[in-house]
């Protein structure tokens, strides 16, 4: 089945973006052809994407702060007999009551560049410049340090948090090589180990090899070898008491997760954040 999914927003379209891919994980066999409509702020615009829509019907789900353009959306779709979903309005109307507040019908609101738009920047600019074990002179300055043997996912992971705004560094665990003793001195940062099973590393590192048009079988990716680096990191982790976390069936969404809430049990409860 092949299904054209609409997705209308009068900002970027992230938000949609992400209820989408929520969505469409509860489902299997299906082919979808997403059509991206962003920063759609007046009528002149919304009647060209309703045109394109008629012309390529199916789901539309849309987040548009302007009533007047919501109407005109609703009406048109049900006169072409196509269904639409509004991601926040039910969200927003709950708040609504519970806060006894009118709801602000300014479009990208949540893109105001505010102080917390400004610190996300600049973490994400640490994170890049810390990455792959650079800088250890300024760790402490991190929220968050990821230690881990070669593609264990610490580099996407970091990026990830990075844009939730956390400043990330990440360490590299290789036997020949051990960290820079400013690891082990760190006070402020939250170290957390990852871990990933010897056929997990094998195969993405094998992948990695082949991507760069390397030879596939080297010490790289041999069992013994990976076995010693992951008991090596496993050992290092035990003796300092660091957290630990299995990516192997994570995805990188799930490790950030688990860590923001490692984090949030440090600072008091403060959990996983938006």
Same mark, same amino acid.
């Given at each position: 089945?092949?299904?054209?999914?609409?997705?209308?927003?009068?900002?970027?379209?992230?938000?949609?973006?992400?209820?989408?891919?929520?969505?469409?994980?509860?489902?299997?066999?299906?082919?979808?052809?997403?059509?991206?409509?962003?920063?759609?702020?007046?009528?002149?615009?919304?009647?060209?994407?309703?045109?394109?829509?008629?012309?390529?019907?199916?789901?539309?789900?849309?987040?548009?702060?302007?009533?007047?353009?919501?109407?005109?959306?609703?009406?048109?779709?049900? !006169?072409?007999? +196509?269904?639409?979903?509004?991601? #926040?309005?039910? &969200?927003?109307?709950?708040?609504?009551?519970? @806060?006894? /507040?009118?709801?602000?019908?300014?479009?990208?609101?949540?893109?105001?560049?505010?102080?917390?738009?400004?610190?996300?920047?600049?973490?994400?600019?640490?994170?890049?410049?810390?990455?792959?074990?650079?800088?250890?002179?300024?760790?402490?300055?991190?929220?968050?340090?990821?230690?881990?043997?070669?593609?264990?996912?610490?580099?996407?992971?970091?990026?990830?948090?990075?844009?939730?705004?956390?400043?990330?560094?990440?360490?590299?665990?290789?036997?020949?090589?051990?960290?820079?003793?400013?690891?082990?001195?760190?006070?402020?940062?939250?170290? !957390?180990?990852? +871990?990933?099973?010897?056929?997990? #590393?094998?195969? &993405?590192?094998?992948?990695?090899?082949?991507? @760069?048009? /390397?030879?596939?079988?080297?010490?790289?990716?041999?069992?013994?070898?990976?076995?010693?680096?992951?008991?090596?990191?496993?050992?290092?982790?035990?003796?300092?008491?660091?957290?630990?976390?299995?990516?192997?069936?994570?995805?990188?969404?799930?490790?950030?997760?688990?860590?923001?809430?490692?984090?949030?049990?440090?600072?008091?409860?403060?959990?996983?954040?938006?």
């Amino acid at each position: 089945m092949t299904l054209h999914l609409h997705l209308l927003s009068d900002s970027t379209g992230e938000t949609l973006e992400m209820v989408a891919k929520a969505g469409l994980a509860r489902f299997e066999g299906v082919e979808t052809i997403k059509h991206f409509w962003p920063m759609v702020r007046s009528e002149g615009h919304l009647d060209r994407v309703l045109v394109e829509i008629a012309a390529r019907p199916g789901l539309v789900i849309y987040t548009l702060a302007e009533t007047k353009l919501q109407r005109k959306l609703e009406t048109r779709c049900e !006169v072409l007999g +196509i269904p639409l979903v509004s991601a #926040l309005d039910p &969200v927003v109307h709950a708040l609504s009551r519970m @806060l006894g /507040q009118t709801a602000d019908t300014r479009p990208g609101r949540q893109h105001v560049l505010d102080a917390a738009y400004f610190e996300r920047v600049e973490a994400i600019q640490y994170t890049i410049a810390h990455d792959d074990g650079i800088g250890a002179e300024d760790w402490e300055e991190a929220d968050i340090v990821l230690v881990g043997v070669s593609r264990s996912s610490k580099t996407p992971t970091s990026i990830y948090l990075a844009n939730r705004g956390y400043r990330v560094a990440n360490v590299p665990l290789v036997i020949e090589s051990p960290p820079p003793p400013a690891l082990y001195r760190l006070q402020h940062p939250m170290i !957390v180990g990852l +871990i990933a099973s010897p056929n997990r #590393l094998i195969q &993405v590192r094998r992948n990695r090899l082949l991507s @760069l048009n /390397q030879v596939p079988e080297t010490a790289y990716v041999d069992q013994e070898r990976v076995n010693s680096e992951l008991a090596f990191a496993r050992r290092m982790f035990s003796d300092h008491e660091w957290p630990v976390i299995d990516v192997t069936r994570r995805s990188i969404e799930e490790t950030a997760a688990a860590i923001i809430n490692l984090v949030g049990e440090r600072r008091g409860g403060e959990g996983f954040v938006s």
